[in-house]
């Protein structure tokens, strides 16, 4: 299975991954830094993922006037990008941001991230391995 994870913002990690019903088959394909949406097409013509994992963007009310006067650039990457999923018929899958914080990359994961790559890549890879995690696929 091939899982393009997302995490989106003015700079929007991506990560591409693939996963053969183990953990232990998790590889990391391809990551990097968007700016909003833009390139996200081509990297799905390259690697025709199976999946789109996506940081959803929720406006918490104690977080709201921090929001204030914001052009919500999240909000809108994620909309250009569930426009992208529904009109190439690839599932979507919106996840909490705090499944990408809470959870603790397996060794063989972490082994493949690199010390260079931004916490949104990161976050990518978090949610991808979450994903996995929910469809039953084991370490």
């Known amino acids: 299975m091939i899982i ?3 995490d989106p913002g003015e700079s929007s990690g991506v990560a591409v991954c693939s996963v053969d019903g183990h953990m232990s088959t998790f590889s990391i ?3 990097g830094v968007l700016s909003k949406w833009r390139g996200v097409e081509a990297i799905i013509d390259e690697y025709v993922p199976d999946v789109i994992v996506a940081e959803s963007y929720v406006l918490y009310p104690h977080l709201a006037m921090v929001q204030a006067f914001s052009t919500l650039v999240a909000a809108r990457v994620l ?3 569930e426009e992208i999923a529904e009109r190439r018929g690839i599932p979507l899958i919106e996840q909490s941001a705090s499944i990408g914080t809470k959870l603790r990359l ?3 994961i972490f082994s493949q991230t690199g010390k260079y790559w931004s916490e949104h890549e990161k976050d990518c890879v978090k949610h991808i391995t979450a994903y ?3 469809r039953g696929i084991k370490e």
Do not use: K, Q, S
Request: net charge neutral; proline share 7%.
């Open 29 to 31: 394909l391809m990551h």
């Open 79 to 81: 909309g250009a990008l």
């Open 132 to 134: 996995c995690y929910g």
């Open 106 to 108: 397996p060794a063989n």
């Open 4 to 6: 393009l994870g997302f």
